[in-house]
Nanobody, 125 residues
Framework: QVQLVESGGGLVQAGDSLRLACAASGRTFSTYSMGWFRQAPRKEREFVSTITWRGGRTYYADSVKGRFTISRDNANYMVYLQMNSLKPEDTAVYYC??????????????????WGQGSQVTVSS
């Protein structure tokens, strides 16, 4: 069992940066791939980024590649999403998720076993 709690969202202007954090609990956290998804109003939840359980591989949606960076700190049960050069279209609720299994990359919500409650990110133009 893994429990996830996101933090770090907020209201920023276009071009600004934010860092989302995801605090995990559960002794098996370090064995899970971790991902970030987002969901804007009236849209489906979409993949943002994922990282392997050791942090050796990362993968990004084309829409955030070069602007967002995912990382993890297994010793402290944390996952991060550094978001730079934010755009109004990045506005959404951002969710942290944990996935078991070896397939890579995991880009669909159904591949993830545990989810956080979400953190709102709003980017004004």
């Amino acid at each position: 069992q893994v429990q996830l709690v996101e933090s770090g969202g907020g209201l920023v202007q276009a071009g600004d940066s934010l860092r989302l954090a995801c605090a995990a609990s559960g002794r098996t956290f370090s064995t899970y791939s971790m991902g970030w998804f987002r969901q804007a109003p009236r849209k489906e939840r979409e993949f943002v980024s994922t990282i392997t359980w050791r942090g050796g591989r990362t993968y990004y949606a084309d829409s955030v590649k070069g602007r967002f960076t995912i990382s993890r700190d297994n010793a402290n049960y944390m996952v991060y999403l550094q978001m730079n050069s934010l755009k109004p279209e990045d506005t959404a609720v951002y969710y942290c998720a944990a996935a078991s299994g070896s397939s890579w990359p995991k880009e669909t919500p159904r591949e993830y076993d545990y989810w956080g409650q979400g953190s709102q990110v709003t980017v004004s133009s």
